[in-house]
């Protein structure tokens, strides 16, 4: 066998953090366009547009909401593959201490 596996620890939770970060910013940024756009809704004059607003923007919430599942699942993957590969690290490393 040759080559070498190479991990990083600290890579690894900090793409977690990453993740959570940035979804997060896309949140408030998602949060913020909604309050832009319930200042608006008093000049609409269409309740057509309202209606079919509403519509969008439930469709949206639940997309959100399935993409922030997703993503919070990619985190704890992540963290928790990150957590294994330090035990893994550790029992090899105590191993190796008992053998000599």
């Known amino acids: 066998m040759t080559g070498t596996i190479s991990y990083d620890h600290g890579n690894l939770g ?6 959570r970060r940035q979804f997060n910013a896309l949140e408030q940024l998602a949060g913020q366009l909604k309050r832009q756009v319930h200042q608006l809704q008093g000049n609409w004059t269409s309740p057509d547009a309202a209606a079919n607003y509403h519509d969008a923007q ?10 922030r599942e997703q993503l919070d699942g990619l985190g704890r993957g992540v963290q928790n593959a990150s ?3 330090r035990e893994t690290d550790r029992s090899i490393g105590n191993t190796f201490k008992s053998t000599f």
Do not use: C, K, P, V
Not at 14 to 19: A, C, E, Q
Not at 58 to 67: E, I, P, S, V
């Open 83 to 85: 957590e294994r590969m």
């Open 14 to 19: 900090d793409l977690s953090g990453n993740i």
């Open 58 to 67: 439930a469709r949206w919430d639940a997309l959100f909401g399935q993409a």
